[in-house]
């Protein structure tokens, strides 16, 4: 199994929120403006901090439904052809 690289899963992004957006508009919402960090051993690490948003930290990552993060992971195998759990810091 070859590695992914952040530049590969930064260029495809738009087809995996857009395989989310067809199953689930809520989940789309949930992950649409997340930041991809890096990937490493199977692992896509994913952030959504944005200082022009908010002035301090801010992490909804409990918040989240299960559901949506599975569809996500789902749809990434889809587009990649390679499974990637997906944690976001």
């Not at 919402?29 to 908010?54: E, M, W, Y």
Request: hydrophobic share 45%; net charge negative; no cysteine.
């Amino acid at each position: 199994m070859a590695s992914l690289t952040v530049e590969e899963i930064k260029s495809r992004w738009n087809e995996v929120l857009d395989g989310v957006l067809e199953i689930d508009r809520i989940a789309w919402l949930a992950f649409f403006d997340a930041r991809i960090v890096s990937v490493d051993s199977g692992v896509l690490i994913i952030n959504f901090s944005d200082p022009q948003k908010f002035g301090g930290d801010h992490n909804f990552s409990m918040a989240r439904n299960p559901r949506h993060l599975a569809l996500l992971q789902e749809k990434i195998q889809e587009v990649f052809k390679e499974p990637l759990e997906v944690l976001e810091v």
